[in-house]
């Protein structure tokens, strides 16, 4: 059997949508992105949705918002997908990485002494689709109010540092009943063609700002400067005697076109309706198979505050070395099972390692890293195909340990 790790979700309603945007004379940013916005917004509850190209241009976008920059920090896991940190690099800033808990999450006691007079924001990742733990996040921001040194509009208003939730795994993830979107400040979502939700290429920011921020007025000025820092989208300027435009701020290229933003428009709604509560059950599936092998770590799941969106399944082997979980993988792969690493921690990684980050300073992230291994996660997958994914990952691993 061969079981890739994670091919999209392509059906009939998506090629449908998608050949709409093509036949409808208007390709790029327009009327699918709007309804893709509205969609994000209306299932999140999140006030605000701006759809832009990736998640990494989201994440970047909303830190110049804030006016982050040259000499400011930002605080990040070492236990993330790159970019998370280059993000923070791209618009000037350095990363701050700090360790990470068992639940693979950043851990609170490294954010509260990571915190400096230069630190403007924190970007806790929902590894696998895991909610971090926001209340308490939250609660050290404010603590820590008296070393927020605000040097803009923005970051007078906020008056704290900024939480944005690198949100790329987790969109259907609750945290205290709230869909991610309308729990952190800003949250940014990831449409790349592995997440839950794909437009081949994409991202979200959802907009939660609290009072006095009126989140409308973000929107327009983030939509705005998304495109090129221009007054009038190309769908409204092609209009009839629309021509006139105005460049107001020094903008990024970073927005969504309509054909991929169709792909999100078909995908979104059967997501929460149906796909979302497929991964659930494959995820119990797997919970349930492996809670029996003494050599398994089963990753979080829910509990009394928060509820998965089963981006990844992240199954570790207790107490095993990293030389014999590669080896496990090896053995799975010649079984024709696409499994993978999520992730290796940044410092492991030549160019941060380069920027003298060293994984010793990380031993929780270096530990959850080197016993992982992600399983397929998808709705296509069948009860045959689980089954022989279980069994013949058992059989790995207990051949190797
Ligand atoms: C995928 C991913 C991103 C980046 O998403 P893009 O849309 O590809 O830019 C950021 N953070 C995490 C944790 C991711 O897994």
């Given at each position: 059997m061969k079981i890739p790790f994670s091919p999209p979700f392509i059906n009939n309603t998506v090629i449908q949508e998608v050949t709409d945007a093509?036949?409808?004379?208007?390709?790029?940013?327009?009327?699918?992105?709007?309804?893709?916005?509205?969609?994000?917004?209306?299932?999140?509850?999140?006030?605000?949705?701006?759809?832009?190209?990736?998640?990494?241009?989201?994440?970047?976008?909303?830190?110049?918002?804030?006016?982050?920059?040259?000499g400011d920090e930002v605080i990040i896991p070492a236990y993330t997908y790159s970019a998370t940190a280059l993000a923070v690099m791209h618009i000037g800033a350095t990363p701050i990485?700090?360790?990470?808990?068992?639940?693979?999450n950043?851990?609170?006691?490294?954010?509260?002494?990571?915190?400096?007079?230069?630190?403007?924001?924190?970007?806790?990742?929902?590894?696998?689709?895991?909610?971090?733990?926001?209340?308490?996040?939250?609660?050290?921001?404010?603590?820590?109010?008296?070393?927020?040194?605000?040097?803009?509009?923005?970051?007078?208003?906020?008056?704290?540092?900024?939480?944005?939730?690198?949100?790329?795994?987790?969109?259907?993830?609750?945290?205290?009943?709230?869909?991610l979107g309308s729990v952190t400040d800003i949250a940014v979502f990831?449409?790349?063609?592995?997440?839950?939700?794909?437009?081949?290429?994409?991202?979200?920011?959802?907009?939660?700002?609290?009072?006095?921020?009126?989140n409308d007025n973000e929107y327009n000025y983030l939509r705005c400067f998304s495109l090129n820092g221009q007054t009038k989208d190309a769908f409204t300027k092609s209009k009839a005697g629309g021509w006139r435009y105005d460049i107001i701020y020094p903008g990024l290229k970073i927005n969504m076109p309509d054909v991929l933003a169709a792909i999100g428009v078909a995908q979104l709604p059967?997501?929460?309706?149906?796909?979302?509560?497929?991964?659930?059950?494959?995820?119990?599936?797997?919970?349930?198979?492996?809670?029996?092998?003494?050599?398994?770590?089963?990753?979080?799941?829910?509990?009394?505050?928060?509820l998965s969106s089963c981006h990844l399944y992240a199954l570790r082997v207790h107490d095993i070395s990293e030389e014999k979980r590669d080896k496990i993988i090896d053995a799975i792969s010649k079984e024709g099972v696409a499994v993978n690493v999520?992730?290796?921690?940044?410092?492991?990684?030549?160019?941060?390692k380069e920027m003298g980050y060293n994984i010793n300073n990380y031993p929780v992230a270096y530990n959850n890293y080197k016993a992982e291994i992600s399983l397929p996660i998808y709705p296509q997958l069948n009860d045959n195909e689980l089954h022989y994914i279980v069994n013949t990952i058992a059989k790995a691993v207990e051949e190797n340990l």
């Open positions: 093509l036949e409808s004379g208007w390709i790029t940013t327009g009327p699918k992105v709007k309804r893709l916005e509205s969609l994000v917004s209306e299932h999140t509850k999140a006030p605000n949705t701006l759809c832009v190209n990736s998640a990494t241009s989201g994440l970047m976008l909303a830190l110049k918002w804030f006016g982050v920059g040259s990485m700090v360790d990470v808990e068992s639940d693979f950043i851990a609170l006691p490294a954010i509260e002494k990571a915190i400096t007079k230069n630190t403007k924001a924190i970007i806790p990742v929902d590894i696998a689709g895991w909610p971090c733990d926001y209340d308490e996040i939250l609660e050290i921001a404010n603590n820590k109010k008296a070393l927020f040194n605000a040097q803009n509009d923005n970051q007078r208003k906020l008056g704290r540092l900024l939480i944005i939730s690198d949100s790329a795994h987790s969109i259907g993830a609750t945290y205290n009943n709230q869909f990831s449409f790349h063609a592995v997440k839950n939700v794909t437009t081949a290429e994409g991202g979200a920011i959802c907009l939660n700002l609290p009072s006095p921020f009126n059967d997501y929460f309706s149906s796909v979302l509560s497929k991964r659930r059950t494959i995820y119990e599936f797997y919970q349930s198979f492996f809670k029996d092998k003494p050599w398994a770590v089963l990753p979080p799941y829910k509990d009394n505050k928060k999520h992730f290796q921690p940044l410092p492991l990684l030549t160019l941060f």
